[in-house]
Structure formats: structure tokens, C-alpha cells
């Protein structure tokens, strides 16, 4: 970072002092909002000021990267790599070293500014975000999620590139294969309910981090593939439905989605017993549980109160995080948007780091 | 923000691609069309370029067809999966 900020106080000459602090203190509270805005408004100046250029592409490529990493780990619990661009072959005197696999990217000047971020996002996507969740996928599942997950990256910071990413690699490469089109089916199911996306990331994150004794099999491809679809299951639940199984049990991967907080459960205050049934699902080997619920304030207490209760009674047990956010249920065969809070708790003890 | 947890990613300016060209070693085979994409064995131009992959003593050039930036993607991750073992 430190090079960012003497890049920055470079640029700012002339700006004042004052200038200099309001925009380090915004840089402090938000560094990745602040790198994503200085590169947009930077861009101005490449018409003018070629150097401008490489400043522009880094603060934007990084600042619009990091954000969506952020934004992830916001609605995960996973800390997720961001991307620093360095820059090679820029000064004379630099001597060029390529260690084996350090791959370099060329990037354009401003007309290809869409096709810059597109390959940037692609890139950072494949080989950055998403490589410690890609380990036993085979490779139309990590293409698909690959295509995915940029897909939503571009619609979330530049839609300008998103029409250039669709006709260049989503169209082409979901329409070239059955099997990426119909995960790309799967993952969009997922993603509809606005949470289960970043949960499925986040299993596979856990799973990539596994160590494995004997070759990884299809056995585990098959238990991915059982993830995937009870996740697309439950984000197809309408509400109040009882046909979706809560509990997803492999081998390799066991989680589970739980809603405590119903208007009987809450009436009653039927707290203890809703700790029970979590507790009863850790002690039986589970690793990840997501309590689910309502967001209004009796709701989101009730839950509290029995994520409370569970981590009291087994004191392993981590919170990994709590959020609030919109959801989009199906309600009278409707997706409605809703408020929901979610927490993550996680149980360390049971996970086999090391799998025979 | 910690610094660790930022992956460095190296990127070259078309406008620099000649001294990268230079320093290792391929510009003349470059300006004489006798470099091809790893994957699609398409001659490589700073019109299509995409990305240089050293491998042993090597440097391999991807092209900018989305094709060929898919296949690069995955060579690199199984390469480095099977490097680490």
C-alpha cells in the first residue's frame, strides 16, 4: 500500500494540504472504495498526461476488484486475496526477471479500456479469488464458476464491460458446452435467493483447504455436485416449505441451513430447544451451520439469543459472522425481497484437516 | 489494509512491450511472426497479445481470443496444483 500512497501524493501535487488530508482520512475508512473512485476520476487526465494511464488502470483494475472481494468476505466469512498490479518493463533501468509462472498481462490504453478490466476481472477471478475454492473441481465446474462469479463482478462495477465479457466468453463458452451451461443454470438458481452463492464459495474454500492422503476421487467431485444442487434446492424453496432437507452430510463436506426464528418458535420463546437442535447437529460431526431468519428486531433477538445459547453450550464453537441483508424469497409463488439476518457459526473441532 | 493479503499480479503497458520483448530475449522472433499462441498456434502480434507465461527456461505467449484466455487460466492453476504437489 505504501506505494499507492506515494503514487497518490505524487499525483495530488498542487492540491493542497488540506485536499491531501480529507482524502487520506477517506482512503483510511475506505481504501478500495477510495482506490476504484480515484481511478475513475484519474481517467480524465489520460488525455492530457500519458503517465496518467498506468495510475488510472491499477487504481481502477485494483480498487473495482478488491471492493467485490470485500463485498464477499462481507457475506462469507472467508478472507479472500485481493490483486495488486505491479507494473513491468515501465523504466529503462528496470531489470526484468520472469520467475517460472509469474505470467505477465499486457494491458491497452484507454480504447481498450473494457477489454482491460474484462481480462483483469477473468484473471483475478481464475487464478486469485476463486483458486483455493477450485482445487478438486473439474474443469467445467471451475470454468462455469469462473464465468459466474466475473460475470457478477462486471455487473456489480462496470456494465459498460459486461456486454464486451457476455459476447466474448460467457455466450460462446455456456453455449459450447452442456455441462457449463447447465452449472451456470445452477449457480444463477443459487444465486437468486442472494445468499447461497457466497456460501457455496465459501464450502469449497473450506474443502480446498483439505489435505488429502490418497488422490482426490470422483467421490468428491459427486459430493460437490450434491452441494451444489441441495443449494439450488433450498434457494427454490418457497416459504414455508418442509421438502428441502436441512442438512447437506458428505464425507468430505457437512453444513447445514437452519430457520429457528418462526412465528411459533419466537411465541413461545422456544429458545433452549432451538439451541438444542443446533447443538444436536454439531455434535454430530457437522462443521458449518447458517442460522437463517426474519430481520425485525423480535426475530433477529430471538436468533441471537439461541446462536447465544449453542456457543455456550459447546464453547468450540466460532461465529464466524452475522449480517443483515436483502434477500428474495418465494412467497405465494412470488420472489419477494425481504430483509433477512444471517449467522454463520462454525465448528473448528470438527474438521478433518487431513482426509484418508 | 495488510499488505499480505494483496497477490501481486505483474502487467505490462502495449506501450512497453518492446523493452519486455528485449529484455527476454523474443523480439526478434516476435517482429519476425515466428511467435505463436500456446494454444490456437496463431501468430502473435501486439494486436492480439494477452499474456507471457515463463516455463523452464521458456516463455510461452497466450493470444487474446477468450478461448485461448480460458485454456491459459486452467494450464496455470493445474501447473501450479501439480508443481505444489
Known amino acids: 500500500m505504501g506505494d499507492f500512497l506515494l503514487e497518490l501524493l505524487k499525483y495530488l501535487i ?3 494540504a488540506p485536499t491531501a488530508v480529507i482524502l487520506l482520512i477517506v482512503f483510511y475508512c475506505y481504501p478500495d472504495q477510495f482506490q476504484k473512485w480515484i481511478g475513475f476520476f484519474s481517467r480524465a487526465f489520460n488525455y ?6 498506468y495510475f488510472s488502470i491499477k487504481n481502477e483494475v485494483e480498487g473495482k476488484l478488491n471492493t467485490f472481494a470485500s463485498n464477499l468476505e462481507c457475506h462469507a466469512g472467508v478472507p479472500y486475496s485481493k490483486i495488486k498490479i505491479i507494473w513491468t518493463s515501465r523504466n529503462e533501468e528496470e531489470k526484468i526477471t520472469l520467475e517460472d509462472w509469474e505470467t505477465v498481462i499486457v494491458t491497452r490504453d ?3 479500456r473494457n477489454k482491460n478490466f474484462v481480462h483483469a476481472a477473468y484473471f483475478y477471478t481464475s487464478n486469485i479469488l476463486l483458486k483455493p475454492a477450485k482445487r478438486f473441481l473439474s474443469k467445467h465446474l471451475q470454468t462455469s464458476l469462473d464465468l459466474f462469479t466475473t460475470k457478477k463482478i462486471l455487473e456489480l462495477d462496470n456494465p459498460q464491460a459486461t456486454e464486451q465479457f457476455f459476447g466474448d466468453y460467457f455466450v460462446p463458452h455456456a453455449g459450447e458446452h452442456e455441462e457449463i451451461f447447465k452449472y451456470i443454470q445452477k449457480f444463477t438458481n443459487i444465486d437468486k435467493l442472494n445468499l447461497f452463492f457466497p456460501i457455496l464459495i465459501q464450502e469449497l474454500f473450506y474443502l480446498g483447504k483439505k489435505v488429502f492422503l490418497s488422490r482426490p476421487n470422483e467421490q468428491i467431485i459427486g459430493e460437490i455436485k450434491g452441494l451444489i444442487n441441495y443449494l439450488e434446492k433450498w434457494s427454490n424453496r418457497p416459504v414455508g416449505s418442509r421438502n428441502v432437507p436441512e442438512e447437506f ?9 437452519k430457520i429457528v426464528a418462526t412465528a411459533f418458535s419466537r411465541q413461545l420463546n422456544l ?3 432451538q ?6 447437529i454439531f455434535s454430530q460431526g457437522y462443521e458449518n451451520i447458517y442460522v437463517m431468519g426474519g430481520a425485525e428486531k423480535e426475530s433477529k433477538k430471538f436468533i441471537n439469543d439461541v446462536v447465544q445459547k449453542t456457543l455456550k453450550t459447546i464453547p468450540n464453537l466460532e461465529k464466524v459472522r452475522n449480517k443483515e441483508f436483502v434477500v428474495k424469497i418465494i412467497k405465494d409463488g412470488i420472489r419477494t425481497k425481504i430483509q433477512n439476518y444471517f449467522v454463520h457459526i462454525h465448528n473448528p473441532c470438527a474438521v478433518e484437516h487431513i482426509v484418508d | 489494509m495488510k499488505e499480505e493479503e494483496r497477490k501481486s499480479v505483474k502487467a505490462v503497458h502495449e506501450r ?3 523493452k519486455l520483448l528485449t529484455s527476454i530475449g523474443i523480439k526478434n522472433d516476435f517482429d519476425a511472426g515466428k511467435i505463436l499462441c500456446k494454444f490456437c498456434k496463431k501468430i502473435i502480434t501486439k494486436e492480439n497479445v494477452y499474456s507471457f507465461i515463463p516455463e523452464s527456461g521458456v516463455v510461452n505467449v497466450a493470444c487474446d481470443e477468450p478461448k485461448c484466455i480460458l485454456e491459459f487460466n486452467f494450464y496455470v492453476a493445474e501447473k501450479k496444483k501439480n508443481e505444489k504437489g
Open chain 1, 48 to 53: 492530457i498526461w500519458k503517465s496518467s494511464e
Open chain 2, 16 to 18: 512497453d512491450l518492446d
Open chain 1, 271 to 273: 429458545v433452549d430447544s
Open chain 1, 275 to 280: 439451541a438444542r437442535r443446533l447443538s444436536k
Open chain 1, 14 to 16: 498542487g492540491g493542497g
Open chain 1, 249 to 257: 452430510c458428505g464425507k468430505y463436506m457437512k453444513c447445514s441451513i
Open chain 1, 110 to 112: 484507454r480504447r481498450g
